[in-house]
């Protein structure tokens, strides 16, 4: 793919047809400048199969934002929609709609609110609302959802892997097993969610860090095939890594051959005034053989090197791991705190792919269109209740109880302020006989999540530090129930209607005579 292809394929066009094809419809009709509002939200959380999340973490807005700054219609993205042809041979997009995209094809008349990057968002729950002319309103859907929805889905697998992990570092390791140049989104969501460092050398560099890794096992193979030996692939490592030295040891055989080899080189490194940084096990039972190797280090007088697992891990694994560290330390006259805090996860392709659960369900739903004199609600009418939209110009509210906690993440109409009304009245989205009232009294906060992000196509700020993202991130989980936080079976936070936006709801549904 030359460069001319690549700008094609990545900008405005980075789009699905039937976009292109409503909007020539609303341009037809001559709506296609009335102002609309989407918002955009996910249906459920993920589902892992036999874990699920109970949260998600937001990400992907600032590479969203950048490509809605330079994204726009010019001569070569006008030449591609001027070659299509329907089924009779005739010119799918006429002149006059083309030309029209020339002088107007660009999202500068667009206003975006969202959840800021790192922060926890809940399902139902607006995370991005847009407002704008119809028509590029309507055009920024494929790739809002695709900058968004992703990033989300493994900002939160990162955030279960960090809260399985505890104080332990986390490495993201995918890019090799990423979904082409996606790796990269997938490298800075996981970095968003809780990961520490990046085996990605151009991401990190692109956000201040230096990339983190070891050597392969062809490292050690190529030694051999040239009739040296482990140890001496180890020592030509030391020798050139001196401070920063750590042996991956299951090549040949961990225990008998990897991790003494590996001492050997360290003790020679300890000689020499450098401290070795520890192993790295790849394979067979990392639990079992995290405490043999911890005790062997141990007892050769190297307590603080860390040992570094990896090997297809997630959430569960590490969680089953730990389990089985502080099942079976005791058995060995071995302390499984001490091993545990040493240790350091190396997470890839069941992070960067979102193993059990590939796609977020983010959706992009039309609520409002303005009919020249005023603010019409818009609903989708479907027969599953789920999947129902909440109507009208909304903003999301976060209530914190007495214990600091966030109990509810309340969805109201634009012009409403629970933060106001002595009593909050709380609605399921479509049950209508789960409801709770809350006195303003019994809550320690009130806060507004969406903020302006974009005005008009214009930024609203300078990008913050990954290191920001993961500090919001940091302090929302920490401000949910730990049933929400689990990794297996969480509680089901609550996500609730106003009493205005509910009766809105119901006028529509009795409108069109449905529910």
């Known amino acids: 793919m030359n460069g001319i292809q690549q700008r094609t394929a990545t900008g405005i066009l980075f789009t699905d047809q039937y976009q292109l094809t409503m909007a020539q419809l609303y341009f037809r009709m001559g709506i296609h400048e009335r102002m609309a509002q989407f918002d955009h939200f996910f249906r459920q959380p993920p589902n892992y199969g036999l874990h699920s999340a109970g949260y998600c973490i937001a990400a992907g807005l600032e590479w969203l934002l950048d490509w809605m700054e330079t994204a726009s219609f010019g001569p070569t993205e006008l030449e591609v929609l001027r070659s299509q042809r329907n089924r009779v041979g005739k010119p799918i997009f006429d002149e006059d709609f083309l030309s029209y995209l020339s002088r107007h094809g660009h999202f500068g008349g667009i206003t975006l609110w969202a959840v800021p990057e790192g922060r926890v968002v809940h399902a139902q729950a607006p995370m991005t609302i847009v407002r704008g002319p119809l028509m590029m309103a309507q055009m920024l859907e494929t790739a809002l959802l695709n900058h968004l929805n992703y990033q989300t889905l493994v900002a939160t697998k990162a955030s279960r892997i960090r809260e399985a992990s505890g104080a332990s570092t986390v490495l993201e390791f995918g890019l090799r097993r990423g979904q082409g140049l996606g790796a990269n989104a997938g490298t800075r969501a996981a970095l ?26 062809a490292m050690v193979q190529a030694f051999l095939a040239l009739g ?65 190797t911890a005790l062997m280090l141990d007892r050769a007088g190297f307590p603080d090197t860390v040992i570094v697992l990896s090997n297809d891990l997630d959430e569960l694994v590490i969680w089953q791991i730990q389990s089985q560290i502080v099942q079976e330390a005791p058995r060995y006259q071995a302390d499984a705190n001490a091993i545990i805090r040493r240790l350091v996860y190396g997470v890839g392709t069941r992070l960067v792919t979102s193993h059990g659960e590939g796609a977020l369900g983010g959706v992009y739903k039309l609520v409002a269109l303005h009919d020249g004199q005023t603010w019409q609600p818009a609903i989708k009418i479907a027969e599953s209740a789920a999947k129902l939209t909440n109507p009208g110009l909304k903003r999301v509210w976060r209530l914190y109880d007495a214990r600091g906690k966030a109990t509810a993440d309340l969805i109201a109409l634009e012009d409403e302020d629970p933060a106001s009304e002595e009593v909050i009245r709380l609605r399921h989205p479509n049950d209508h006989t789960r409801q709770r009232a809350v006195s303003r009294t019994e809550l320690t906060g009130i806060e507004p999540l969406l903020e302006p992000a974009m005005v008009h196509g214009r930024r609203l700020a300078h990008p913050v530090p990954i290191e920001q993202m993961r500090e919001r991130r940091h302090a929302d989980v920490e401000r949910l129930d730990l049933g929400v936080r689990r990794i297996m079976n969480p509680h089901i936070y609550h996500v609730s209607l106003s009493q205005r936006l509910w009766d809105l709801k119901q006028e529509l549904l009795n409108r069109f005579q449905v529910y």
Do not use: W
Request: hydrophobic share 40%; charged share 20%; net charge negative.
């Open 192 to 217: 968003i969610g809780g990961a520490d460092f990046t085996s990605n050398v151009g991401l990190a560099h692109t956000i201040g860090q230096t990339a983190k890794g070891t050597h392969a096992h």
């Open 228 to 292: 040296m030996s482990e140890l001496d692939a180890f020592r030509a490592y030391a020798e050139v890594y001196p401070d920063d030295c750590l042996l991956l040891v299951d090549t040949i055989d961990t225990l008998q051959s990897g991790v003494p080899n590996a001492i050997r080189v360290f003790e020679e490194l300890r000689a020499k005034g450098h401290k070795p940084v520890g192993v790295r096990l790849d394979s067979g039972d990392l639990a079992y053989l995290a405490i043999q």
